[in-house]
């Protein structure tokens, strides 16, 4: 898996996401609850065109749950472990 750098952004559904455009991965943080940090995903086949749609969308939470969320045979995910 790709080391991805993570971006925070304001939201209520995620806390970061990055995008590595040499594995085509998109990473995603949701939010944790307390102090805690949320689960992280990866998202595969995540072309430089998916890239630009995501980073112009106003809400990036609204798109990630009506666009990549449920297209999981386009863009399988894997959630990373960190420990």
Do not use: C
């Not at 969308?57 to 959630?79: L, Q």
């Amino acid at each position: 898996m790709p080391i991805v750098p993570l971006t925070p952004v304001e939201s209520s559904q995620l806390e970061a996401y990055g995008y590595d455009p040499e594995s085509q991965t998109l990473a995603v943080r949701f939010k944790g609850k307390g102090d805690r940090p949320g689960s992280l995903y990866h998202y595969q086949n995540f072309t430089p065109d998916d890239w630009a749609a995501f980073q112009a969308a106003e809400s990036k939470g609204s798109h990630f749950i009506r666009t990549i969320k449920p297209a999981v045979d386009r863009w399988p995910y894997t959630r990373i472990n960190e420990n």
